[in-house]
């Protein structure tokens, strides 16, 4: 007789955004959000929602506020809408409903970045808290946003972990 294993629970919930004008007409296909999407489940994150919205902060602020207070995800990526252009407001929609900024996270993704690009220097994104959720701006490109991705998931689930209320550091545990 086989016995199945009792299924693991869920990892932490996660959703992720992509912003961007042109794929919100579908003009462009979006690379980007599912690269996002397969880094987080392979980390085990539970993926409960992905979305496509054009560059405008007031539906990037609305998605970033459901998903926090609504969703109760632990985690908020967004991807796109960073950049120089004149209608890159991610950074911007981003800090209106945060909390409290995590300015490391943002820094390491830049540092990380210009190791393989310079144009990691003028990429604006953000991390920040609002109310036990972490969110995260990642570049829109699918390389820049792997990277920066990357860059700052072995850090995730200790800062999860702090902001769901653990606030325990044990000798060697998430180092």
Excluded: K
Excluded at 8 to 26: C, I, K, M, N, Q
């Amino acid at each position: 007789m086989t016995l199945n294993p009792p299924a693991s629970p869920p990892g932490p919930r996660a959703a992720v955004l992509t912003v961007s004008d042109s794929g919100s007409r579908g003009e462009r296909a979006d690379s980007s959000g599912p690269a996002v999407v397969a880094l987080l489940r392979e980390a085990g994150f539970e993926v409960v929602e992905t979305a496509l919205v054009p560059d405008e902060p007031d539906q990037v602020a609305a998605w970033l506020i459901r998903g926090a207070d609504t969703l109760d995800c632990a985690l908020l990526i967004t991807t796109g809408g960073t950049g120089l252009g004149p209608r890159d407001r991610t950074p911007e929609a981003t800090a209106s409903v945060l909390d409290y900024r995590v300015d490391g996270m943002a820094e390491a993704m830049r540092a990380a970045g210009l190791a393989t690009t310079r144009m990691a220097m003028i990429s604006r994104g953000l991390a920040g808290v609002r109310g036990r959720t972490l969110i995260v701006n990642l570049p829109g490109s699918e390389r820049g946003a792997r990277e920066n991705l990357t860059t700052v998931l072995p850090v995730l689930p200790h800062s999860l972990r702090l902001l769901r209320g653990d606030t325990e550091h044990l000798a060697g545990r998430d180092s």
